[in-house]
């Protein structure tokens, strides 16, 4: 089965300008997690959802960053406007229910984002 | 929130060796995985082990949640093994949103 999709797979941007990310779960996977790693560092989960609604966004800086999975499948992560602390890996992730408890998260290549 | 402690940081091993890997973990937790990063930044769910043990080829894990911590064990190592190993828990008490916390993570270096 094809794994988890990440796109673009490196973005350069300046500070304060936008910045989305496209990811693409594993077929048949309800949950979808965001996860910001910057070097040196374990992956932090940004938001999880499950289908299409958010379960838990708690680490979201909710005042630059935003996502949605509109339909329940393929999902976009924005950050409006970027700031160099953003500078990290983003991501993707997914699993088959909605608990990360018992279930294996399957992580996508992650997208090298960098802010100048 | 769970706190998750990983040893040694950096570990350089010689093609063959054996070696251990530690996770210890601040709180009782019913999720328990070890991941590995290689080094072009994927990261392989390697085990899921909340307790007890398992075994996949070179590679296996033991969890004594009572202690909480885990083990990951690698023998005969080799260049491929090279990169960061995570481990990353879920604490019982957030039921139904919980999450993963991942630690810091250790690098592995295997010379040939």
């Known amino acids: 089965e094809a794994g988890v999709a990440q796109s673009p797979r490196y973005k350069i941007i300046e500070k304060r300008q936008s910045v989305a990310f496209w990811c693409n779960p594993i077929?048949?996977?309800?949950?979808l997690y965001w996860y910001q790693q910057i070097l040196g560092q374990g992956p932090k989960l940004l938001i999880q959802?499950?289908?299409?609604?958010?379960?838990?966004d708690s680490q979201l800086p909710k005042d630059r960053f935003s996502a949605e999975r509109l339909k329940g499948v393929d999902s976009t992560l924005k950050i409006q406007p970027a700031k160099l602390e953003d500078s990290a890996v983003y991501l993707c992730?997914?699993?088959?229910?909605?608990?990360?408890?018992?279930?294996?998260?399957?992580f996508g290549p992650g997208t090298r984002l960098l802010v100048l | 929130g769970i706190q998750v402690e990983q040893s040694p940081p950096d570990l350089i091993l010689q093609e063959g060796a054996n070696s251990t890997l530690r996770c210890n973990f601040s709180?009782?937790?019913?999720?328990l995985q070890w991941f590995h990063q290689n080094p072009w930044g994927q990261l392989i769910n390697l085990f899921y082990?909340?307790?007890g043990t398992k075994q996949n080829g070179r590679l296996s894990a033991t969890t004594v949640a009572t202690e909480r911590y885990s083990l990951l064990y690698i023998s005969s190592s080799q260049t491929t093994d090279s990169g960061v190993y995570f481990c990353?828990?879920?604490?019982?008490?957030?039921?139904?949103?919980?999450?993963?916390?991942f630690g810091k993570g250790i690098t592995l270096s295997v010379r040939p």
């Open positions: 959802f499950q289908n299409n609604g958010v379960v838990d």
């Open positions: 992730a997914s699993s088959s229910i909605g608990r990360a408890s018992r279930e294996t998260q399957y």
């Open positions: 709180d009782s937790v019913n999720n």
């Open positions: 077929s048949g996977h309800a949950t």
């Open positions: 990353a828990v879920d604490p019982s008490w957030r039921g139904a949103n919980s999450k993963l916390t």
């Open positions: 082990i909340p307790s």
